[in-house]
Nanobody, 117 residues
Framework: QVRLVESGGGLVQAGGSLRLSCTAS????????MGWYRQAPGQQRELVGT??????TNLSNSVKGRFIISRDARNTVSLQMYNLKIEDTAVYYC????????????WGQGTQVTVSS
C-alpha cells in the first residue's frame, strides 16, 4: 500500500531554518507530481508548493524566496525552509498527485513545525 512519511519537524526560533523530508513506499513517486501542504490551528489546509516530474517547482507567494522543494532521491522529496516566521507554524503534510488547485488523495501523517519569537 502507498505510504508517505514526513520527518524533520521541530521547534525553531524566528529567522531559523529547518529541513523536512517526505519518504514514500509502495509507489514510485519519481513519476508523480508531489506537493507540500500545511495547516495551522483554526486555518484551512493550504498549498505550500509542488514539484513536477521534471523537477520544476511552484511555491505559494507566502513562502516564495524562503522555501525550496527538491527531489533528494527517487523516493524522497524535501522542503528546505529558511528565514522562518511565526506564521509558518503549522503541521506540514506531504501529498501525492496534487494540481495547483487541489490535492491528491494520498497524505502523510504530518510533521509539526513550531516557530517561536
Amino acid at each position: 500500500q502507498v505510504r508517505l512519511v514526513e520527518s524533520g519537524g521541530g521547534l525553531v526560533q524566528a529567522g531559523g531554518s529547518l529541513r523536512l523530508s517526505c519518504t514514500a513506499s509502495g509507489i514510485d513517486i519519481g513519476t508523480a507530481v508531489m506537493g507540500w501542504y500545511r495547516q495551522a490551528p483554526g486555518q484551512q489546509r493550504e498549498l505550500v508548493g509542488t514539484v513536477t516530474t521534471g523537477a520544476d517547482t511552484n511555491l505559494s507567494n507566502s513562502v516564495k524566496g524562503r522555501f525550496i522543494i527538491s527531489r533528494d532521491a527517487r523516493n524522497t522529496v524535501s522542503l528546505q525552509m529558511y528565514n522562518l516566521k511565526i506564521e509558518d507554524t503549522a503541521v506540514y503534510y506531504c501529498n501525492l498527485g496534487p494540481s495547483l488547485w487541489r490535492p491528491g488523495n494520498h497524505w502523510g501523517q504530518g510533521t509539526q513545525v513550531t516557530v517561536s519569537s
